[in-house]
């Protein structure tokens, strides 16, 4: 089950029904469970557990000592075969830790592509990310937080359980996230109040005038407008109707009143 173009290590132990794929790279004193994938083109740098029943996409890289799939630190776990997924491209620090799901969570952590895990980050059991997202050195996600793309997630930050932190959020370092932050926003402190739209990001991505002219009319009925959330949620769903980008935020807020946290505000 392992690919003859692979190099591995004498001193890396790769069990029986392992499964790796052409040309990956596994340096020294790696461990390798039986119920591990590894795709094309993947390096592990050295000393990295990967357990469970872990699926690890094509090209990504793995530094030192990380662990990943490994049980989750949820009392409730008893052993079930959850499972830890992440795809193409993604860059993993070292001594990052990933935990596998829970039955009651839905059974997988996920992590989508081209991501960036910096040094001593945490990944808890159940949750999810988006692709593209960066998460700095020391940040923490306690379990089945949601994270989508584009999010930079600052480092020292920790984010409760449950939370969903929208795409395109920017959350600076040494925050503690108690609820949910829409798409768009900036975040800071302890708790996490918003700061405004992460508006260069926006530009980054190639947002044209007319959609971040619309996105801070969204924020502005929001946070300025004194409307509660409801009639919040009714005025920028109609403006939601004529933006793509607008919608992302509308069905965030409509997709909050079913939230374990609630919003910040």
Do not use: W
Request: proline share 2%; charged share 20%; net charge positive.
């Amino acid at each position: 089950m392992i690919d003859n173009t692979t190099y591995i290590h004498p001193s890396s132990i790769i069990e029986n029904k392992a499964i790796v794929g052409r040309n990956v790279r596994i340096g020294p004193f790696c461990y390798i469970g039986a119920n591990v994938k590894i795709g094309d083109n993947t390096e592990l740098k050295s000393h990295i557990v990967i357990n469970g029943y872990t699926k690890i996409g094509c090209d990504n890289i793995i530094f030192q000592f990380a662990s990943i799939g490994e049980i989750n630190q949820d009392l409730k776990y008893n052993g079930e075969p959850t499972r830890f997924e992440i795809g193409n491209r993604n860059c993993i620090r070292e001594n990052v830790t990933i935990h596998r799901g829970t039955s009651q969570g839905g059974g997988v952590t996920k992590i989508g592509d081209d991501n960036l895990l910096m040094v001593n980050v945490h990944i808890a059991h159940d949750c999810t990310i988006g692709n593209n997202c960066i998460i700095a050195n020391n940040g923490t996600l306690g379990g089945h937080v949601t994270i989508g793309d584009y999010a930079i997630i600052g480092g020292m930050t920790a984010i409760h359980q449950f939370c969903k932190i929208g795409a395109h959020v920017m959350v600076g370092g040494c925050s503690g996230v108690v609820q949910d932050i829409p798409p768009y926003i900036i975040a800071q402190g302890n708790h996490a109040t918003p700061f405004g739209l992460n508006l260069e990001g926006l530009k980054r991505r190639g947002f044209n005038k007319e959609s971040l002219y619309a996105i801070r009319n969204a924020y502005k009925i929001l946070y300025s407008s004194g409307k509660s959330l409801k009639e919040a949620r009714e005025a920028i769903s109609e403006i939601a109707k004529t933006n793509a980008h607008v919608k992302i935020f509308s069905d965030f807020l409509k997709d909050s009143s079913k939230s374990k946290r609630g919003i910040i505000r």
